[in-house]
């Protein structure tokens, strides 16, 4: 929600229509936080979901009022598609989480809304004495884990590392690559990371500080979610990605590589509740 609300806020400033049309392709998160802008600012919203996304996540948009357009496509798809109605329509503004040339603002502040968490991460763990040795991020086109490089800027001694699912890498294929790399997609229960593309305006900054990428495959994630559960965390796939891939991070050869110890302090983002997952 950070992000989109720091996003439509900026937009609006800066927008001189009296009641825009608020659209965006989403895997879940995201689009429902859009919707609920819409909802709280009464605009109308548009949200593009595309394929393996739950009903349970389109309910959940629908329910914050906005009209919900299910394509048979993948999310890179869904992305063009929103933006495409946002071009044929002049009442409708564009709020998307990942950038391409010319399409740079709007994503930006929703990096910047995204900021605010890793901060408060921050404040909390000054105030339990530990410092931060690595943060752990969902990451679908890379604009959380943006935030979060920017955020390991000043802290040296911060590792950042994503998580995607096995079928759906763009990042670690995009640092494999040393560029930019678009990646094809199936089913995976982690469908709000189920992207493609690297963001455009996310991938120099993601290039330069991410520690690495791991990827994960469904049980991994399923196990991470019956865990985090049994501890009184409510988590679905996607947020307990982060858990998954920190069993793989604390085992050799990555445990040396990012200079884990008994004394280290991890963070891991929890992006999805289990109610939006099923």
């Known amino acids: 929600m950070l992000g989109a609300s720091w996003a439509v806020h900026r937009a609006l400033r800066s ?12 895997d879940g998160n995201h689009g429902r936080a859009v919707a609920r802008m819409a909802a709280l600012l009464d ?11 739950s009903e349970r996540a389109i309910e959940l948009i629908e329910k914050e009022g906005a009209e919900v357009c299910v394509l048979d496509a993948p999310y890179d798809e869904a992305v063009r598609q929103a933006a495409a109605l946002s071009e044929a329509d002049p009442d409708c503004l564009l709020v998307q989480d990942t950038s391409w040339p010319g399409y740079e603002e709007v994503p930006q502040w929703i990096v910047d809304g995204y900021a605010t968490l890793f901060d408060e991460a921050a404040e909390q763990a000054t105030k339990l004495g530990a410092g931060i040795d690595l943060v752990v991020v969902p ?3 890379g604009s959380l884990a943006h935030a979060a490089v920017l955020f390991g800027r000043s802290r040296p001694d911060c590792r950042i590392v994503v998580v995607e699912p096995v079928g759906a890498g763009c990042l670690r294929a995009s640092l494999a690559a040393g560029a ?6 199936g089913e995976t229960t982690m469908a709000g990371l189920n ?3 690297p963001s455009y305006l ?8 991410l520690a690495g990428a791991v990827v994960v495959d469904d049980p991994a994630a399923a196990d991470a979610v019956a865990d985090l559960k049994a501890l009184g965390v409510d988590s679905g796939p996607c947020g307990a990605a982060s858990l ?12 040396s590589l990012l200079g884990l110890g008994p004394d280290s302090s991890v963070v891991l983002l929890n992006t999805e ?4 997952a099923n």
């Open 273 to 276: 509740g289990s109610d939006a």
């Open 139 to 141: 990451a679908g086109v």
């Open 195 to 197: 992207c493609g593309t």
């Open 15 to 26: 927008d001189d229509r009296d009641r825009p049309r608020l659209i965006t392709a989403t």
């Open 244 to 255: 998954a891939a920190l069993r793989v991070l604390a085992a050799e050869p990555a445990r």
């Open 202 to 209: 996310a991938w120099p900054d993601l290039e330069r500080g």
């Open 180 to 185: 930019p790399t678009t990646v094809p997609t």
């Open 43 to 53: 605009l109308p919203a548009t949200v593009v979901v595309p394929q393996g996304v």
